[in-house]
Nanobody, 123 residues
């Protein structure tokens, strides 16, 4: 069983930046694809970004965040990051990190989930 803990959320003005972290409890972290998802009020949870298991690996982004968000990971620290720049009010959501043996944009592929961290972007 792997536990994930997100941190770094908060309140920021539009145009600002935040860096989310996701710390994993297990050394097997480096064997999994890391994904970030988000859920805005009244909406379904949606895909944000993924990164393949190795540090500096292949990344993928939702069109809505491409060019503004950067995903990364440090397997030596069992930690992944989501750097969010040029934030917009529509980025307001609870952000979740998750681990999958296979990856992809579908939540059903992810076995382990964090509790989420709130990001609020004011206009």
């Amino acid at each position: 069983q792997v536990q994930l803990v997100e941190s770094g959320g908060g309140l920021v003005q539009a145009g600002g930046a935040l860096r989310l972290s996701c710390a994993a409890s297990a050394s097997t972290f480096g064997s999994y694809v890391m994904g970030w998802f988000r859920q805005a009020p009244g909406k379904e949870r949606e895909f944000v970004s993924t990164i393949s298991p190795w540090s500096g690996g292949i990344t993928r982004y939702a069109d809505s965040v491409k060019g503004r968000f950067t995903i990364s990971r440090d397997n030596a620290k069992n930690t992944a990051y989501l750097q969010m720049n040029s934030l917009k009010p529509e980025d307001t959501a609870v952000y979740y990190c998750a681990l999958s043996p296979t990856g992809g944009v579908y939540q059903t592929a992810y076995d382990y989930w964090g509790q989420g961290t709130q990001v609020t972007v004011s206009s």
